[in-house]
């Protein structure tokens, strides 16, 4: 009945997760204060958005499953799932690399979750609604954020500009993904496709000021949202779910 | 006026309590103490971000990984707050950093301890923030207005971070068998350095006697030592821990504990970067400060070519 809206509600919070997590390995070693403070505020934006995705997750399992069996909680969701249970796109998993991937990530990200939300605030799901509401001042301030950077760094110095076309080559092949529905997104009512041509024009946009080239037509790689990751997703979570599985019902 | 005027003036100032402010006048080992104290504080807060930092991505839950982020970020900000303060005494950032890696400048030696296991993020927001607020409380009226100033909103987020390591330690003091064993252990290995933090014992202080009288400094380090010793022998009670010094004992003619005496020797050894991770820290200063360099030059170039292209507009 509501299985598709666990798993979409699972896939939004695994995306907020796993990016606030790669993010939060800026922590300390930012390229100057001011920016490891920035890249660690919106890790924390995210893993809020996280929270409260999970929790509803959480609460959507309740109504769904028998009580007897463990309770789900926003935890267990993110620290008892295994790789092939974890919805994020393939994007959002990708290491930082150098700051120009994690600029990059990060505006391909927010620029589609600005219109994500957008939509989102208007879902038949009152929860899905008021989360999407609630977080989209934030995700603007990271769209802002992510497209200055681009900008900055695109036309910067030679160097900057080559780590840029460096980035997009890397990470260009992870944008199509995300506006492929999976069943559950079509389910849900949310159809990324419809707002592609926006994502488009927004990075057409950005990138032409930041003088870096939008590249033609490539193969696309797939199936994050379905739990078929990159080899990297099982070391972010290994980590992420360390104390979890070595020390079972505990509370911290 | 003479120069014997001006300090007789300034020390007049200091003696009425009047802020010293960034314009006025003051003797040149007063600023450059200010600026070898206010740096080292701002480098202290930012190499303190490392060894919590290291539990960011494995913290247990998703409640304690955002608390955490909230922490570590706000340890930035105390950083930024302090550099800030320094460079009203004429240094820059950039040359305050580039002592700091070059080891001219000094930074708090509880930082080149490790963070073995997730209490220890408990016992540094108890016992680490809890010690840096016993001096920090003490600073919000040190005589130097910036610096002063900057220590007012510093501590009070400083003693949030201390009560939220406290309920770190108090959920795992309720725990399992493994989480206790956890907890004790953390605390084992953060007491002494805890009690380090407030420096040599005041028969051995070089710097304090001038410190004292300009202000910069309201108490001795023994006396800020004593007060948080008496503060934490009070708060384990309630985590039902013990602190590993047998001698421990409540005085009731001082009116304060007694305690035993901390290895001097160790103290000094990492002062002089033989710590467990003084290599480590300063080597993951270094390579974020390198590593973000294409970075700054990017962010600088840009900058300027939008100024140029904004005056081309205006011509
Ligand atoms: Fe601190
Ligand atoms: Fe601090
Ligand atoms: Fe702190």
Redesign the pocket.
């Given at each position: 009945m509501t299985n598709y809206l666990i798993d979409y509600t699972l896939h939004l919070a695994d995306n907020a997760l796993i990016l606030g997590q790669r993010n939060a390995e800026w922590c300390g070693h930012g390229p100057v204060l001011e920016q490891d403070i920035a890249i660690t505020n919106i890790s924390l934006d995210l893993v809020g958005q996280a929270r409260n995705f999970y929790q509803y997750a959480a609460e959507l399992i309740h109504q769904s499953v028998d009580k007897s069996t463990h309770p789900a909680t926003e935890d267990s969701l993110a620290y008892l799932r295994t790789e092939r249970e974890f919805k994020n796109c393939l994007l959002v998993e990708q290491p930082n690399t150098d700051w120009a991937q994690t600029i990059l990530r990060q505006f391909f990200f927010s620029n589609y979750q600005f219109l994500l939300y957008q939509e989102l605030q208007k879902n038949n799901d009152t929860q899905l609604a008021a989360i999407a509401e609630k977080s989209l001042k934030e995700v603007t301030y990271h769209l802002r954020w992510s497209s200055e950077w681009v900008i900055r760094l695109g036309d910067g110095t030679a160097e900057s500009h080559q780590r840029m076309l460096q980035a997009i080559d890397e990470l260009w092949r992870y944008t199509g993904e995300i506006f492929t529905a999976a069943d559950y997104e079509e389910e849900a009512g949310v159809d990324p496709s419809l707002f592609q041509p926006q994502w488009l024009n927004k990075v057409k946009e950005v990138f032409d000021e930041a003088t870096l080239p939008v590249p033609e037509k490539t193969f696309m790689q797939s199936g994050g949202k379905t739990g078929t990751h990159t080899e990297h997703l099982g070391f972010i979570l290994t980590e992420l779910q360390y104390i979890q599985r070595a020390y079972p019902d505990s509370q911290w | 006026m003479p120069v014997q005027d001006f300090e007789q003036l300034f020390q007049d100032k200091i003696d009425n309590e009047v802020k010293i402010e960034p314009k006025d006048w003051m003797p040149e080992a007063y600023r450059k103490t200010n600026i070898r104290q206010i740096s080292q504080h701002a480098h202290s807060?930012i190499v303190?971000m490392l060894p919590e930092g290291n539990w960011i991505s494995r913290a247990p839950s998703l409640k304690r990984k955002a608390i955490l982020l909230a922490k570590v970020q706000?340890?930035a900000g105390?950083g930024l707050y302090l550099y800030s303060a320094a460079e009203t005494l004429g240094m820059s950032r950039e040359e305050m950093i580039n002592d700091l890696h070059s080891g001219k400048a000094k930074y708090s030696s509880i930082f080149n301890y490790p963070t073995l296991t997730w209490a220890d993020i408990g016992a540094i927001g108890w016992l680490v923030?809890g010690a840096?607020i016993m001096n920090q409380v003490m600073l919000t009226r040190t005589s130097y207005g910036p610096y002063a100033r900057a220590m007012v909103r510093?501590c009070k987020?400083?003693s949030f971070?201390q009560r939220q390591g406290f309920e770190i330690l108090l959920v795992l003091s309720r725990g399992t068998a493994a989480q206790k064993i956890m907890c004790q252990d953390a605390i084992n290995r953060w007491w002494w350095p805890a009690l380090m933090m407030f420096g040599p014992k005041d028969s051995e202080s070089t710097n304090s006697d001038q410190s004292m009288k300009w202000k910069i400094k309201r108490k001795t380090n023994d006396e800020l030592r004593q007060n948080f010793v008496d503060m934490i022998a009070e708060q384990i009670k309630t985590l039902g821990m013990k602190l590993p010094d047998d001698q421990l004992k409540w005085n009731a003619e001082r009116k304060h504990y007694d305690f035993g005496e901390i290895n001097w020797d160790e103290f000094w050894q990492v002062v002089k970067g033989n710590g467990p991770c003084n290599k480590q820290r300063l080597e993951a200063r270094r390579k974020a400060w390198e590593n973000g360099e294409w970075v700054r030059e990017a962010a600088a170039a840009y900058a300027q070519k939008r100024a140029d292209r904004q005056k081309d507009k205006a011509a």
């Amino acid at each position: 009945m509501t299985n598709y809206l666990i798993d979409y509600t699972l896939h939004l919070a695994d995306n907020a997760l796993i990016l606030g997590q790669r993010n939060a390995e800026w922590c300390g070693h930012g390229p100057v204060l001011e920016q490891d403070i920035a890249i660690t505020n919106i890790s924390l934006d995210l893993v809020g958005q996280a929270r409260n995705f999970y929790q509803y997750a959480a609460e959507l399992i309740h109504q769904s499953v028998d009580k007897s069996t463990h309770p789900a909680t926003e935890d267990s969701l993110a620290y008892l799932r295994t790789e092939r249970e974890f919805k994020n796109c393939l994007l959002v998993e990708q290491p930082n690399t150098d700051w120009a991937q994690t600029i990059l990530r990060q505006f391909f990200f927010s620029n589609y979750q600005f219109l994500l939300y957008q939509e989102l605030q208007k879902n038949n799901d009152t929860q899905l609604a008021a989360i999407a509401e609630k977080s989209l001042k934030e995700v603007t301030y990271h769209l802002r954020w992510s497209s200055e950077w681009v900008i900055r760094l695109g036309d910067g110095t030679a160097e900057s500009h080559q780590r840029m076309l460096q980035a997009i080559d890397e990470l260009w092949r992870y944008t199509g993904e995300i506006f492929t529905a999976a069943d559950y997104e079509e389910e849900a009512g949310v159809d990324p496709s419809l707002f592609q041509p926006q994502w488009l024009n927004k990075v057409k946009e950005v990138f032409d000021e930041a003088t870096l080239p939008v590249p033609e037509k490539t193969f696309m790689q797939s199936g994050g949202k379905t739990g078929t990751h990159t080899e990297h997703l099982g070391f972010i979570l290994t980590e992420l779910q360390y104390i979890q599985r070595a020390y079972p019902d505990s509370q911290w | 006026m003479p120069v014997q005027d001006f300090e007789q003036l300034f020390q007049d100032k200091i003696d009425n309590e009047v802020k010293i402010e960034p314009k006025d006048w003051m003797p040149e080992a007063y600023r450059k103490t200010n600026i070898r104290q206010i740096s080292q504080h701002a480098h202290s807060e930012i190499v303190g971000m490392l060894p919590e930092g290291n539990w960011i991505s494995r913290a247990p839950s998703l409640k304690r990984k955002a608390i955490l982020l909230a922490k570590v970020q706000d340890e930035a900000g105390h950083g930024l707050y302090l550099y800030s303060a320094a460079e009203t005494l004429g240094m820059s950032r950039e040359e305050m950093i580039n002592d700091l890696h070059s080891g001219k400048a000094k930074y708090s030696s509880i930082f080149n301890y490790p963070t073995l296991t997730w209490a220890d993020i408990g016992a540094i927001g108890w016992l680490v923030d809890g010690a840096a607020i016993m001096n920090q409380v003490m600073l919000t009226r040190t005589s130097y207005g910036p610096y002063a100033r900057a220590m007012v909103r510093i501590c009070k987020e400083e003693s949030f971070h201390q009560r939220q390591g406290f309920e770190i330690l108090l959920v795992l003091s309720r725990g399992t068998a493994a989480q206790k064993i956890m907890c004790q252990d953390a605390i084992n290995r953060w007491w002494w350095p805890a009690l380090m933090m407030f420096g040599p014992k005041d028969s051995e202080s070089t710097n304090s006697d001038q410190s004292m009288k300009w202000k910069i400094k309201r108490k001795t380090n023994d006396e800020l030592r004593q007060n948080f010793v008496d503060m934490i022998a009070e708060q384990i009670k309630t985590l039902g821990m013990k602190l590993p010094d047998d001698q421990l004992k409540w005085n009731a003619e001082r009116k304060h504990y007694d305690f035993g005496e901390i290895n001097w020797d160790e103290f000094w050894q990492v002062v002089k970067g033989n710590g467990p991770c003084n290599k480590q820290r300063l080597e993951a200063r270094r390579k974020a400060w390198e590593n973000g360099e294409w970075v700054r030059e990017a962010a600088a170039a840009y900058a300027q070519k939008r100024a140029d292209r904004q005056k081309d507009k205006a011509a």
